[in-house]
């Protein structure tokens, strides 16, 4: 068992690009939540799949951001046209998908829009 | 909606003292409660959990008891060490929600 795993780990970028981010999850795992966290914060829901559903979204996740998860395996997060507000940690989380079942997080994507 | 408020730090402690984080939330239904830890620079790394009213979550010498009562989840460590210095957040999910962090607590141990 790898662990969620997410690439890249650091990504700078100028405001109005592009960016996807990629995350794996523990393979045996049906949901997959994405989470925001800024400086000083808890993390903050974004959005979750169950398989290759998507099946809430967060009002946090503007119409910027769009999250996949084509197979049911790794899921990716993009956002388009970056803005300097968008610099936070995007983190990944994986669970088997029962009730009130414990989430396992990845390192991270540390996002900084100059 | 759900809610978790955590003590504010920093939290500055010498090697060897005893720890407490204070954690209490809001929820509608019976969450499952959580701590998690991030050391710097990285992911949430998962330190304990309870499922249920009176249940004690246990790890590394960590423990915090699910007090239905007091709507509350302290953390608690009787001697910690410099390597215990991250941030700790305390979190719940009611059902199949996801999760619901507080702001989190610096801890910095000292030697």
């Known amino acids: 068992d790898t662990g969620v795993s997410q690439n890249p780990r650091h990504k700078i970028t100028k405001r109005g690009q592009n960016v996807t981010f990629r995350c794996d999850p523990i393979s045996e795992h049906n949901r997959l939540y994405w989470y925001r966290q800024t400086l000083g914060q808890g993390p903050e829901f974004l959005t979750y799949?169950?398989?290759?559903?998507?099946?809430?979204k967060s009002r946090l996740l503007s119409d910027r951001f769009s999250a996949e998860r084509p197979k049911g395996s790794f899921s990716t997060l993009e956002i388009q046209r970056t803005e300097q507000g968008d610099s936070a940690m995007y983190l990944c989380?994986?669970?088997?998908?029962?009730?009130?079942?414990?989430?396992?997080f990845g390192p991270g994507t540390r996002l900084l829009v100059l | 909606g759900d809610s978790v408020t955590q003590m504010e730090g920093p939290v500055t402690l010498s090697e060897e003292a005893f720890l407490t984080i204070n954690c209490t939330y809001t929820a509608t239904g019976y969450p499952s409660l959580f701590w998690y830890v991030q050391y710097p620079g990285e992911g949430l790394q998962l330190l304990l959990k309870?499922?249920?009213?009176?249940d004690k979550g246990s790890n590394k010498g960590f423990e915090a008891t699910y007090r239905k009562e007091t709507t509350s989840f302290h953390l608690e460590k009787g001697s910690v060490q410099v390597s215990d210095s991250a941030v700790y957040f305390c979190?719940?999910?009611?059902?199949?929600?996801?999760?619901?962090f507080g702001k989190g607590t610096r801890l910095s141990v000292i030697a």
């Open positions: 309870a499922t249920k009213a009176d």
């Open positions: 989380a994986s669970s088997l998908g029962t009730s009130k079942e414990t989430q396992y």
């Open positions: 979190a719940l999910t009611s059902g199949n929600t996801p999760l619901v």
């Open positions: 799949f169950q398989n290759e559903a998507q099946l809430e």
